[in-house]
Nanobody, 120 residues
Framework: QVQLVESGGGLVQAGESLRLSCAASGNSFSIRTMRWYRQAPGKQREFVAAMYPSGGTNYAASVKGRFTISRDNAKNTVYLQMNSLSPEDTAVYYC??????????????WGQGTQVTVSS
């Protein structure tokens, strides 16, 4: 069974930075696209950033220029560097990955989420 485990969340002040990590673990799997989503209280979960197997990236307009997604394939880990944080970034951040572990099909996996709180 493959698992995604996030870390790196916490409480920071506006203007500060955080780096989130999401590590995939399990036996004999491969990962395709990895993404970060977030969900603020009372709001729907929203897309934040994606990194594709080609190395290409995509960002939500609200974080473009402030957040950077990166990936260490050797460690099966994706990162989200978040700079210039504002209270509007406060949310639970979730890692999402398309993973193939048995057979030819890629299955979506979610991490448990990590809380990011930005105070003004």
């Amino acid at each position: 069974q493959v698992q995604l485990v996030e870390s790196g969340g916490g409480l920071v002040q506006a203007g500060e930075s955080l780096r989130l990590s999401c590590a995939a673990s399990g036996n004999s799997f491969s990962i395709r696209t990895m993404r970060w989503y977030r969900q603020a209280p009372g709001k729907q979960r929203e897309f934040v950033a994606a990194m594709y197997p080609s190395g290409g990236t995509n960002y939500a307009a609200s974080v473009k220029g402030r957040f950077t997604i990166s990936r260490d394939n050797a460690k099966n880990t994706v990162y989200l560097q978040m700079n210039s944080l504002s209270p509007e970034d406060t949310a639970v951040y979730y890692c999402h990955a398309e993973i193939r572990s048995q057979g030819p099909t890629y299955t979506p996996y979610w991490g448990q989420g990590t809380q990011v709180t930005v105070s003004s």
